[in-house]
């Protein structure tokens, strides 16, 4: 399935429990990303901070059970473990109430964690991390540590956690950025750039940033991607959604794994865009997928 799995993947940002009603779940985009590439044989280590609280334990626990690295995820007596409220709209599409502040705003810069990343091949980091300083100026002395790592800058537009300074700052440090159509079209409003035009809009953000592979999902209908100069696309996978929690952020792990293993942009976009419609036809963000379902549903398309 991959070419290459000795690249070793460095994620970081918010690790939480994803409340529905009365259900939690562990969950947080960087967590997801992590999980998602663990489960296809790479070593990941996730760089973190959980409460000195029983939720903190249980995913630590979670996180070491899963194949994850788990010494980068600290621990603070002062704040406690992040809780999303998360809740569904008929369509199963997700909004969310963060709360701050949460044990993930206070990941401070230290030796172990520079030495994780300094051994990085690929680098996953988010916007909503930076929404505290802490956890802001720590990313942004990772990002500069290790210049030879690929750089995946996953955006997570959470209101009112993000300015478009922010944006172009984290764009300028990524060499991957990963949008949805809404976040793509109001990030390059914002940087001044006004068109409904979704590949126009991939080359204005990939030229203003310098960066070179820009990836856009669009839900039910697939995703763009602007890779070596070229766009591909892929029309998705039509599949009934229990709910879309987690689903973008497999579609992101399974894409970067399968670029960064097997180098072919239209085998990564469908493999990725399989993963992720498996993801949204289960209830949580973290399923776990077997490779003949992935390989089943790729062959019911072809």
Known sequence: MFLNKKINAVSYGEVLFDV??????????????????????????????????????????YVRENQLDNSGIMTTQH???????????ERGSATYEIKFPSAWDFIELNDNVRNIVKNADVFFFGSLICRNDVSRNTL????????????????NLRKPFYNIELLEQ????ADFIKFNDEEILESASELGFKSDNLEENIRFISEKTNTGSVCV?????????????KIYQHGGYPI?????????????????????SN?????????????????????GANPKLRNEEIEGLIKERV
């Open 20 to 61: 529905f009603g009365e259900e939690k779940k562990i969950g947080g985009a960087p967590l997801n990303l992590a999980l998602r590439t663990a489960s296809f044989g790479f070593p990941v280590a996730m760089i973190s901070a959980v409460g000195n609280d029983e939720d903190g334990k249980v995913i630590c626990d």
């Open 79 to 89: 704040y406690d473990t992040g809780i999303v409220q998360v809740t569904l709209n």
């Open 140 to 155: 942004f002395s990772l990002l500069d540590s290790n210049s030879e790592m690929f750089k995946v800058f996953d955006v």
């Open 170 to 173: 984290l764009m300028n440090k």
């Open 217 to 229: 999902t669009l839900g039910k209908h697939g995703s763009l991607l602007l890779w070596e100069g």
């Open 240 to 260: 009934k959604v229990a709910d879309t929690v987690g689903a973008g952020d497999s579609f992101l792990a399974s894409l970067i794994a399968k670029l960064l």
């Open 263 to 283: 180098k072919n942009p239209d085998t990564a976009l469908d493999f990725a865009s399989a993963v992720g419609a498996l993801v949204a036809s289960y209830s």
